[in-house]
């Protein structure tokens, strides 16, 4: 990458986030997970954090800035396949949620037809017992 514009790996936008990020490096001595989305060879557009810290001479002046480049292609799949997941999980739950609910209230249907199906004996037992029907 030698003498190479940084407008051949990323976009201009992100130029200007990476020259800002590199002031980070000179003034405090260090830049941590800048987001940057250089592009390969090929075109493809890799999203990558920038780590950096600045090279000083003996007499503590920057000289220059070495960091790396961390690829978060595997990172960010990792979270999408997480928010996948977890999106899954929430319609599941719904679900259960909705079955609980139909199931409950066919429960608490019976009870209440069971409560009143022994009225209705109650009453009969105390119409046989008074000779009626008989």
């Known amino acids: 990458m030698l003498e190479q ?20 490096v000179v003034e405090r001595g260090v830049t941590r997970n800048a987001r940057l989305n250089p ?16 090279l000083r001479d ?8 070495i960091g790396i480049l961390r690829d978060m292609r595997a990172y960010e799949r990792v979270v999408r396949d997480l928010e996948e997941s977890k999106t ?13 609910e139909v199931v409950v209230g066919r429960e608490l249907k019976m009870i ?3 409560k009143e199906l022994e009225t ?8 046989q017992g008074e000779g009626v029907g008989a």
């Open 112 to 114: 209440a037809l069971e």
């Open 88 to 100: 899954e999980l929430q319609e599941k739950i719904l679900d259960l949620e909705k079955f609980e």
């Open 120 to 127: 209705l004996r109650k009453r009969v037992e105390k119409l």
């Open 39 to 54: 592009r390969s060879a090929s075109g493809e557009i890799i999203p990558t954090t920038l780590n950096a810290s600045a």
């Open 58 to 65: 003996a007499d503590g002046r920057v000289i220059g800035a």
């Open 5 to 24: 514009s940084l407008s051949r790996f990323i976009s201009p936008e992100e130029t200007r986030e990476f020259t800002a990020a590199l002031r980070e």
